[in-house]
């Protein structure tokens, strides 16, 4: 399939874009107010009931797929953290958003920080045996122990943001 000319035209505005958002010339989009711009009501306290906050948070998931944001690695969260992670840190971070106009997929995770407690995450929950072990070669450090993940959410929330996104 052959790209229209507009399409380049498009792709090309939308990377001037985001070089002017990385070399500070350009404001970026708040995604949790793209969101409630959007018509989606998130309020700043979760709610107290586990059927609902899981609702809502699977709302607010799939709303980010649509606008590009991609949450992963949130299974040793529990909702309220997750509902926490997302509207007081994650969705206030400024970024580009430009669903369908090619500039692509933000991933985020709330141990994306690489500090030392992101890295005990990260090992206990998320590497696999081989990450680990490369892991303790490179690093020399002790690793924490292996752990199974409290929550199975991350898969629901993928399978239903792609149904949402492509509807």
Same mark, same amino acid.
């Given at each position: 399939?052959? =790209?229209?000319? /507009?399409?380049?035209?498009?792709?090309?505005?939308?990377?001037?874009?985001?070089?002017?958002?990385?070399?500070?010339?350009?404001?970026?989009?708040?995604?949790?107010?793209?969101?409630?711009?959007?018509?989606m009501?998130?309020?700043?306290? %979760?709610?107290?009931?586990?059927?609902?906050?899981?609702? @809502?948070?699977?709302?607010?998931?799939?709303?980010?797929?649509?606008?590009?944001?991609?949450?992963?690695?949130? /299974?040793?969260?529990?909702?309220?953290?997750?509902?926490?992670?997302?509207v007081?840190?994650?969705? =206030?971070?400024?970024?580009?958003?430009?669903?369908g106009?090619?500039?692509?997929?933000?991933?985020?995770s %709330?141990?994306?920080?690489?500090?030392?407690?992101? /890295?005990?995450?990260?090992?206990?929950?998320?590497?696999d045996?081989?990450?680990?072990e490369?892991?303790?070669?490179?690093?020399?450090?002790?690793?924490?122990? @292996?752990?199974?993940?409290?929550?199975?959410?991350?898969?629901?929330?993928?399978?239903?943001?792609?149904?949402?996104?492509?509807?």
């Amino acid at each position: 399939m052959a =790209l229209i000319e /507009d399409d380049v035209d498009d792709v090309m505005a939308e990377l001037e874009r985001i070089d002017r958002f990385f070399g500070g010339e350009e404001a970026g989009d708040i995604p949790l107010e793209v969101l409630r711009a959007r018509g989606m009501d998130i309020p700043q306290v %979760p709610p107290e009931d586990a059927a609902v906050l899981r609702a @809502k948070l699977m709302e607010i998931v799939a709303g980010m797929y649509e606008i590009g944001i991609v949450v992963e690695q949130t /299974d040793h969260l529990s909702d309220v953290e997750l509902y926490r992670f997302l509207v007081d840190d994650a969705l =206030l971070e400024e970024t580009i958003i430009s669903p369908g106009a090619g500039g692509g997929t933000w991933h985020i995770s %709330p141990n994306g920080e690489g500090t030392p407690e992101d /890295d005990a995450i990260y090992l206990r929950y998320y590497a696999d045996d081989e990450t680990r072990e490369r892991w303790h070669r490179e690093f020399g450090c002790p690793l924490p122990a @292996k752990a199974p993940l409290p929550y199975d959410r991350d898969r629901l929330f993928h399978a239903e943001a792609r149904g949402r996104g492509e509807n």
